[in-house]
């Protein structure tokens, strides 16, 4: 099968580059020996392909080559953001010089023309780090020209600014498969859900961060979002949508745990508080498994840490102030060797299953 995007012919080179280190190795062995007709033929198979990878989709042909391109991406994210924040400050420098229709012309220009220049980019950058810069800084301006926009004429605050700049985040993410913009787009919906969500239940929508529960709506539909649009032709969108639905639901769920005050629950806010203990135990479990099962490393880990956090937060209440402090650390570091037991033994059953499933 052809792979279809950047993500798939790197993971199909990845696999030929393992197939090949592990012949070598059966060969050394003398488990098996190919003729020079066979070494040839699949040699000239495996070349062909990589040709036609990195043609189509600048992969990483080789170690070397992989370690450039992390590097690459990180000058490409810390690149991203420096050049959004420049755009940012640059206008706020001169801004106060301008009259109002030359900033509504600069405004409504550099939007033009930033995202013009992100669509020419996209034509002759094949490797998409400078798409990504690009991509980044047309983003920049389009936020300053909603925000600067409304000041200029001095319209009413809304929420509705976040719902459209996470469309315009996430259009390009989508367009141009850029990991950052769909984190970008995502803040900007879970700001628009919560504002909602908020709205919803009375308050004004600057004030949603006064309740941690207006978030738990947008982390839930954040979570399943990937399990109902296939995201396997880009790269990484769906780990990045369980991550942050998860963390959306799993503070808030942390902070109501300590900060019953805060809840729209009609109750004490002890029960209130002992509530969400137990919810953020149960649901920390729940990624846990729900990870393991559907082959999702990142839910797990981020289940892990969850639950290792409300542990020890009940640690903390429990025994700071009437333990030692050797003995509570004590505690903890048996804690964590429980946990090692635990996984030791999931990590085993796991392999005895994928053993059975070999042989079977």
């Not at 229709?101 to 998409?128: C, M, N």
């Not at 839910?299 to 639950?307: E, P």
Request: aromatic content about 16%; overall charge neutral.
């Amino acid at each position: 099968m052809e792979p279809g995007s950047k993500a798939q012919a790197q993971q199909r080179a990845d696999q030929i580059r393992s197939f090949q280190a592990e012949l070598s190795r059966l060969e050394a062995e003398g488990v098996v020996r190919l003729s020079t007709d066979q070494q040839g033929a699949i040699s000239r198979y495996h070349g062909a392909l990589l040709a036609d990878f990195s043609q189509a989709f600048d992969i990483d042909r080789n170690r070397q080559a992989m370690q450039l391109s992390l590097g690459m991406r990180i000058a490409s994210f810390l690149g991203a953001l420096a050049l959004a924040a420049s755009v940012f400050f640059l206008f706020y420098q001169f801004w106060g010089g301008f009259g109002s229709t030359t900033q509504v012309s600069i405004l409504v220009l550099a939007s033009l023309a930033s995202f013009s220049a992100t669509g020419l980019i996209t034509r002759v950058d094949e490797s998409g780090y400078f798409v990504k810069l690009a991509a980044m800084v047309a983003f920049a301006c389009f936020v300053l020209n909603v925000f600067m926009l409304g000041q200029i004429f001095n319209i009413t605050p809304s929420d509705n600014a976040l719902l459209v700049w996470a469309a315009f985040a996430l259009l390009l993410a989508y367009a141009l498969d850029v990991r950052l913009l769909l984190a970008a787009g995502i803040f900007c919906l879970i700001g628009y859900l919560s504002a909602r969500t908020g709205t919803w239940g009375g308050g004004y929508w600057l004030h949603f961060g006064e309740r941690p529960e207006n978030f738990l709506p947008a982390g839930l539909l954040l979570f399943f979002f990937p399990a109902l649009v296939d995201h396997r032709r880009l790269s990484g969108f769906g780990p990045i949508y369980r991550v942050f639905g998860l963390l959306t639901v799993l503070l808030p769920v942390l902070i109501l745990a300590n900060w019953g005050d805060g809840s729209y629950l009609v109750a004490g806010r002890d029960l209130i508080e002992a509530g969400y203990q137990v919810a953020g135990f149960v649901i920390s479990a729940l990624a846990i498994w729900y990870g393991i099962r559907r082959h999702h490393p990142e839910v797990t880990n981020t289940g892990n840490v969850f639950f290792v956090i409300f542990l020890y937060t009940k640690f903390f209440d429990w025994w700071w102030e009437s333990m030692p402090k050797y003995l509570f650390f004590l505690i903890i570091g048996l804690t964590a060797m429980l946990f090692l037991v635990i996984f030791k033994r999931l990590r085993g059953s796991a392999n005895v299953e994928d053993g059975e499933v070999t042989h079977g």
